[in-house]
């Protein structure tokens, strides 16, 4: 899948930045939207993600943030969309390495700023995310098992690449020797 242009927001993100923008957004918002920035907000402290996502946080965050991205947050009703397409792209990707105590301290926070009622929206949210990971994990139960990250993938065809140079030289040496016994 390829990375929607959103990089070029991650040099809008800081934490003060966040803050204030989710505080002063957060009932206009929705509970899905607050909940999704402040999963990326706290997976971004954690130390279990990996550097490629943290950089795709940080430009997800950034472009929340940024007053300048492709629907004003000024326009009503549609103002946030885009926002809330951004994250959840990025909480896609990234929601089997959210740990448990990041989704929990997101609902925490939540809960400072929604009623039971909104509440429940996040409840059926993180029901349906669950239903789709367990999906997941039973399709991948289901088929071989595939490298994980990029950087697995990366070196398999590096040792794919120098098993192929390996079988061309022995293959010339073969060559060599057979012409040798031919003389």
């Given at each position: 899948?390829?990375?929607?242009?959103?990089?070029?927001?991650?040099?809008?993100?800081?934490?003060?930045?966040?803050?204030?923008?989710?505080?002063?957004?957060?009932?206009?918002?929705?509970?899905?939207?607050?909940?999704?920035?402040?999963?990326?907000?706290?997976?971004?402290?954690?130390?279990?993600?990996?550097?490629?996502?943290?950089?795709?946080?940080?430009?997800a965050l950034g472009y929340l943030i940024s007053p300048l991205d492709?629907?004003?947050?000024?326009?009503?009703?549609?103002?946030?969309?885009?926002?809330?397409?951004?994250?959840?792209?990025?909480?896609?990707?990234?929601?089997?390495?959210?740990?448990?105590?990041?989704?929990?301290?997101?609902?925490?926070?939540?809960?400072?700023?929604?009623?039971?009622?909104?509440?429940?929206?996040?409840?059926?949210?993180?029901?349906?995310k669950a239903k789709s990971e367990s999906r997941s994990e039973d399709?991948?139960?289901?088929?071989?098992?595939?490298?994980?990250?990029?950087?697995?993938?990366?070196?398999?065809?590096?040792?794919?690449?120098?098993?192929?140079?390996?079988?061309?030289?022995?293959?010339?040496?073969?060559?060599?020797?057979?012409?040798?016994?031919?003389?």
């Amino acid at each position: 899948m390829e990375l929607p242009d959103f990089m070029p927001y991650s040099d809008k993100f800081s934490s003060k930045g966040f803050v204030e923008k989710i505080s002063r957004i957060a009932k206009r918002a929705g509970s899905k939207l607050v909940y999704s920035a402040l999963i990326l907000y706290y997976t971004l402290q954690s130390k279990e993600v990996s550097l490629k996502d943290k950089a795709i946080i940080v430009g997800a965050l950034g472009y929340l943030i940024s007053p300048l991205d492709a629907l004003p947050d000024a326009f009503p009703i549609v103002g946030l969309t885009d926002d809330l397409a951004v994250l959840g792209y990025v909480i896609n990707k990234i929601w089997g390495q959210v740990p448990d105590d990041v989704r929990e301290k997101a609902k925490e926070k939540l809960s400072t700023w929604f009623d039971e009622d909104e509440l429940q929206e996040v409840e059926e949210f993180l029901s349906e995310k669950a239903k789709s990971e367990s999906r997941s994990e039973d399709t991948n139960k289901s088929q071989p098992a595939e490298e994980k990250t990029s950087e697995q993938k990366e070196e398999k065809t590096a040792e794919q690449k120098e098993e192929k140079k390996d079988n061309k030289k022995d293959k010339k040496k073969d060559l060599k020797t057979l012409l040798k016994k031919a003389k």
